[in-house]
């Protein structure tokens, strides 16, 4: 789920209390002097274009406003190590998170309230209300902003489509398309896989709610005041099914399973890969962190495209923050994420590092604001992708229904790895049995949803 996938935060009243006291010794600090924020997001040594991108944020940033110290800390939000940071008060002061977790976050209380601070950052006023909404409560108070979002598309190899004697111009539009192509190109041998899925660390549970999404499909749904599962269903079997012929009866999914976000980059950059539900920033990171080329990276529609999951990530603040730390943060952000001045200049950057500008992607601006229209001219202007590569993800972009995570996504991706990971790695799995147990645990994770 690449940036973009989501930690479990089954967090109890112990980590409530911890995160709420963490920085109570500072909470009256409304003062102009120095102050010093931790902030999440500094990529790793192993990926040394965007290290040094960050790196050199914090050098201008710090020119520009010198009374605010930026201590950068690697990691994003990783399921080993949120859950205790949080609870012991180690979480940074803005914290990266996923469009899956900030509800969650806001119900126990574990974050600040920066609402009176955003009229002073005139960019956050053109943010699409429907992810404002996001990081906000019942009450309009908001919690954090967004940075990016996304919609799920087909990555596909268009060197190994050609070699199997299909269109790299004319990407599968059918989730039978998907079987047919993928068995032609796992027939080239030589360790070549056709289709690529995830199971593991939560990302099967994801990939199992897109494809759900995908054929028209849910994974929750209401049920008066509630929610229940939506999955045990023709569809849910349908997409299980699927999988389990392609991994036994085609052999077109490779016999190495458990997967999870890497493993799929890494087969694509290495060009052993044909095909898996991504996005384009997946794109970008095959060819920053996995050493892939980029001519060969092709973006198509969703497979039946009745439906696409999409989601995004962004930025929170700790509980118990200062006003002095709420303000230097939202400074941080609006000076490297929520900045659609400077969108430009890292377009015109990234072009002369020769990396990808211009991959089709939702955006996170209103429509026809201007800061929607600094993006586009910038795009226009320095794009540098080969337009054919993701023409058919572009037509289709605005015209398949969006739809966003189900309710504490991230505990049902959990119970939802099992049915993936089984039907992946056991050719006698019981399709059927295995939707009504996960139905079983995930009507128990929604019980409490209102």
């Keep these: 789920m690449k940036r973009l996938l989501g930690t479990t935060l089954a967090l109890g009243a112990l980590l409530l209390g911890s995160a709420c006291n963490a920085d109570n010794d500072d909470a009256n600090d409304t003062g102009d002097g120095p102050v010093t924020i931790t902030v999440n997001g500094l990529p790793p040594d192993t990926d040394p274009v965007n290290r040094a991108n960050f790196e050199k944020d914090v050098k201008d940033f710090t020119a520009k406003y010198p009374n605010i ?29 996923y469009f899956t977790d900030p509800q969650s976050l806001i ?7 920066i609402s009176k601070y955003l009229g002073d950052f005139p960019d956050t006023g053109n943010i699409k209300p429907q992810l404002l909404k ?44 998907v079987r047919a192509a993928a068995k032609k190109i796992s027939a080239l041998g030589d360790g070549i896989v056709g289709y690529g899925d995830y199971s593991k660390n939560n990302t ?56 999870e976000y890497a493993d799929l980059l890494q087969m694509m950059g290495s060009n052993k890969l044909g095909m898996y539900l991504g996005t384009g920033s997946d794109i970008v990171n095959i060819v920053n962190q996995y050493k892939g080329k980029f001519a060969p990276l092709g973006l198509g529609p969703i497979p039946d495209g009745k439906g696409t999951l999409g989601g ?37 950057r990234s072009k002369s590092r020769n990396q990808p500008v211009g991959l089709p992607q939702p955006n996170i601006w209103v429509a ?31 015209t398949i229904p969006l739809k966003l995570e189900p309710p504490l996504a991230q505990q049902v991706y959990a119970v939802l790895d099992v049915p993936m990971q089984k039907v992946l790695t056991d050719r006698n799995a019981d399709v059927d049995a295995l939707l009504a147990a996960a139905e079983t645990q995930v009507n128990g994770v929604l019980a409490g949803v209102r």
């Design 69 to 97: 110290k930026i201590d950068a800390r690697e990691g994003m939000m990783d399921a080993q190590t949120f859950s205790a940071k949080l609870a012991g008060g180690q979480l940074e002061d803005v914290f990266y998170v």
């Design 107 to 113: 119900r126990k209380r574990q974050v600040s309230d």
């Design 134 to 177: 996001v990081f906000s409560d019942e009450g309009g108070k908001v919690y954090g902003l967004p940075s990016q979002n996304y919609s799920l598309g087909l990555v596909y190899n268009r060197d190994l489509f050609t070699r199997a004697g299909l269109d790299p111009d004319s990407p599968p539009r059918t989730w039978a398309d």
């Design 204 to 259: 099967g549970g994801w990939h199992f709610t897109a494809e759900m999404y995908s054929r028209g499909g849910d994974v929750a749904v209401r049920d008066g005041e509630t929610w229940k599962a939506g999955f045990h269903n023709a569809t849910g079997r349908e997409v299980l099914q699927q999988l389990k012929d392609m991994r036994w009866t085609d052999d077109s999914m490779g016999r190495r399973q458990l997967l």
């Design 312 to 348: 995004g990530d962004g930025y929170m603040f700790k509980a118990g923050l200062s006003p002095a730390k709420i303000k230097a943060g939202l400074t941080w952000l609006s000076f490297t994420t929520v900045n659609s001045e400077r969108v430009d200049a890292d377009s015109a």
């Design 368 to 398: 026809g604001s201007g800061s929607e229209k600094r993006l586009l001219d910038a795009r226009a202007k320095h794009g540098n992708v080969p337009k054919e590569n993701f023409a058919a993800f572009a037509a289709t972009v605005d």
